[in-house]
Nanobody, 121 residues
């Protein structure tokens, strides 16, 4: 099995910055795409940013120019650098990864447990 563990959430003032991390561990052969999603109370989960194994990225329009996704393939870790945070960025942030596993052999879609980001003065 595969586990994704997020860290780095917290309370920040508007205009501030946070860096989220998500480390994957377990029976990993390779990791394809990785991404960050968020879900605010009463709203559907939405894609924030996505990065392929080759490093191609895409972002939600609402975060373009403010958030940066990156990954360290040697550490099986994906990051989300968030700057110029706004109150509307407040949500639970979830890491996602498409993983090719060794045992059992296969390919699956895995999620972290979520980390809360609150932007408030």
């Amino acid at each position: 099995q595969v586990q994704l563990v997020e860290s780095g959430g917290g309370l920040v003032q508007p205009g501030g910055s946070l860096r989220l991390s998500c480390a994957a561990s377990g029976s990993i052969l390779s990791i394809n795409a990785m991404g960050w999603y968020r879900q605010a109370p009463g709203k559907q989960r939405e894609l924030v940013a996505h990065i392929t194994s080759g490093g191609s990225t895409n972002y939600a329009d609402s975060v373009k120019g403010r958030f940066t996704i990156s990954r360290d393939n040697d550490k099986n870790t994906v990051y989300l650098q968030m700057t110029s945070l706004k109150p509307e960025d407040t949500a639970a942030y979830y890491c996602n990864a498409v993983v090719v596993t060794k045992f059992p052999s296969g390919r699956g879609d895995y999620w972290g447990q979520g980390t809360q980001v609150t932007v408030s003065s």
